[in-house]
């Protein structure tokens, strides 16, 4: 079982940034295929963005492609989620998910159903 822990979430105002890191432990993070998901209140769980084991594939959600980037650093067994130009609607909990099965992304890799492991989420709240 791999550990996921989020951390660089906070309150920014409309227009700013933010940058989330997602630190996996275990030796393989190099093998995983990561992703961002997001929940607001009241809302399901959504992808928001997906990178392979290279971080030569991406693919982002339509709301936040232009804005978001994902990126990652397998020495440092580390995914992120660099976040521009932030807008109120993208106030939510924000966890990051492995799928430790293949080192591509799957067709499906907007499913949560596609990831077997999860972190617990750092908060986002964007301001008006």
């Known amino acids: 079982q791999v550990q996921l822990v989020e951390s660089g979430g906070g309150l920014v105002q409309a227009g700013g940034s933010l940058r989330l890191s997602c630190a996996a432990s275990?030796?393989?993070?190099?093998?995983?295929?990561m992703a961002w998901f997001r929940q607001a209140p009241g809302k399901e769980r959504e992808f928001v963005a997906a990178i392979n084991w290279s971080g030569g594939i991406t693919y982002y959600a339509d709301s936040v492609k232009g804005r978001f980037t994902i990126s990652r650093d397998n020495a440092r067994s580390t995914v992120y989620l660099q976040m521009d130009s932030l807008k109120p609607e993208d106030t939510a909990v924000y966890c990051c998910?492995?799928?430790?099965?293949?080192?591509?992304?799957?067709?499906?890799?907007?499913?949560?159903?596609?990831?077997?492991?999860w972190g617990q989420g750092t908060q986002v709240t964007v301001s008006s």
């Open positions: 998910a492995a799928d430790r099965s293949r080192v591509g992304l799957r067709e499906t890799y907007y499913y949560t159903s596609s990831y077997d492991s």
């Open positions: 275990g030796r393989t993070f190099n093998n995983y295929a």
